[in-house]
């Protein structure tokens, strides 16, 4: 029988659908993979409460472990622990900046109010001379920050924790 | 059903989730400034996607077989619990994120207060929603300072916003008996305490940008027990209509 690991090893190969340059894996969104009455569980936490990708991501792990033979699977939704951006992996994070989104970095005190927007590295230029254009971005999870240096406009991964 | 206070309780913080994330999509398409239109329809997500988790925790616990859709969609007017300060309309910018500001103020420390309840499903939504609220809170402080200290116009539009909304800012921190059962069981935190936390930031944010809080103490309420504004009906039948006109429809 198949086993856990090969399981996440096949779910190496779904992608998100909103940044296909990631895998559902290097996101870290899938969480225990287990068996249990005969159905293999697959637990996915979602990135934001509404994320509308979830649904999508649902039916592409099926849709793949179908593909790979395995037809008594499920995926359970699951909010806790909640999902946070530390998940994301390195390789992840590295992805994401060959494909010019600014993965997240270490933001200062998250529970001000007020604080200056992180320093964000352009993922084209790598300068740090760079500036937040809005909060939100093209999708809940993303900002839209411009390079003063090259002024290429990019979307940087917000920091989730 | 076994416990109609919890029932309750996780009901109204549907209830204000929905209601309010559907008043914000009505911008989608007419935002002052695109960055604009795309914040506000982002945080109008995140209200339906924590409105989604709230309302299957609910029909959990109703246990009368009622699904998310079925208590979004398909209930009346009166069983609706959410405050009366979501349901009023747009306006202008200034009245949208003033009202989102206050709603904000209030959401963000009751969701921190939440995270520590023995109710495992609520403090996991909490956990969830927590992360989301805290940019909603501080994009709105943003706007209403860059608005209050702005040129004349953006600060008199503000201001009449404040004066506007500050009636249905009490109903926020609304109990009852079923609040009581809970608080008193531990399983909920006094509002009180969340109000404290609210008059701070609120306080802190309007003198930062030159508003005056308003000496009036005028209040209305009634939502908590299923009596709104002549608003609401409105809001139901725009959301309703699909399912109403064609029952059990998915797209």
């Excluded at chain 1, 084209?124 to 937040?132: A, P, Q, V």
Aim: charged share 25%; with cysteine; net charge negative.
């Amino acid at each position: 029988m198949v086993t856990a690991a090969e399981i996440r090893q096949f779910l190496q190969e779904v992608s998100d659908p909103e940044i296909p340059v990631l895998t559902i894996i290097d996101l870290g969104v899938v969480q225990q993979i287990y068996f249990q009455d005969e159905t293999w569980i697959v637990e996915l936490t979602p990135t934001y409460s509404g994320c509308p990708a979830m649904q999508q991501i649902e039916a592409d792990i099926l849709v793949k472990l179908q593909e790979k033979g395995i037809s008594n699977a499920k995926v359970k939704h699951i909010l806790s622990p909640a999902w946070t951006t530390d998940w994301i992996s390195e390789e992840g994070r590295q992805k994401l900046r060959l494909y010019g989104i600014a993965p997240p970095v270490n933001e200062p005190d998250k529970s001000a109010l007020f604080s200056d927007p992180p320093r964000v590295a352009c993922p084209k230029c790598n300068s740090k001379d760079t500036r937040m254009v809005s909060l939100f971005g093209s999708t809940a999870c993303k900002a839209h920050y411009q390079c003063n240096e090259c002024l290429e406009p990019f979307d940087y991964f917000k920091c989730l924790k | 059903m076994q416990d109609p206070a919890l029932f309750e309780y996780v009901l109204r913080l549907s209830d204000d989730s929905l209601i309010l994330g559907q008043r914000l999509g009505e911008w989608c398409g007419h935002g002052p400034i695109l960055e604009e239109d795309i914040a506000l329809t982002n945080i109008s997500l995140d209200l339906i996607g924590q409105a989604i988790s709230l309302y299957d925790f609910a029909a959990e616990l109703e246990g009368a077989g009622r699904n998310h859709d079925q208590l979004a969609y398909l209930r009346f007017e009166n069983e609706y619990k959410n405050v009366l300060l979501v349901e009023q309309p747009n306006g202008d910018f200034a009245m949208t994120i003033l009202r989102q500001f206050f709603f904000d103020a209030f959401r963000l420390p009751l969701y921190e207060a939440l995270m520590q309840s023995p109710v495992e499903q609520l403090a996991a939504i909490a956990a969830k929603s927590v992360k989301e609220t805290r940019y909603h809170l501080k994009h709105t402080s943003e706007w209403v300072i860059r608005m209050g200290d702005g040129t004349e116009e953006s600060h008199e539009r503000a201001q009449a916003a404040i004066d506007h909304l500050w009636r249905y800012a009490s109903e926020l921190f609304y109990e009852d008996a079923h609040d009581q059962t809970l608080q008193a069981a531990g399983l909920v935190p006094k509002m009180a305490g969340i109000q404290a936390k609210w008059s701070e930031t609120v306080t802190a944010v309007l003198n930062e940008a030159t508003l005056s809080i308003p000496t009036n103490n005028w209040k209305f309420d009634g939502g908590r027990e299923g009596r709104h504004s002549e608003h609401m009906g409105y809001i139901l039948s725009d959301l309703q209509y699909m399912q109403r006109a064609y029952p059990n429809m998915e797209w």
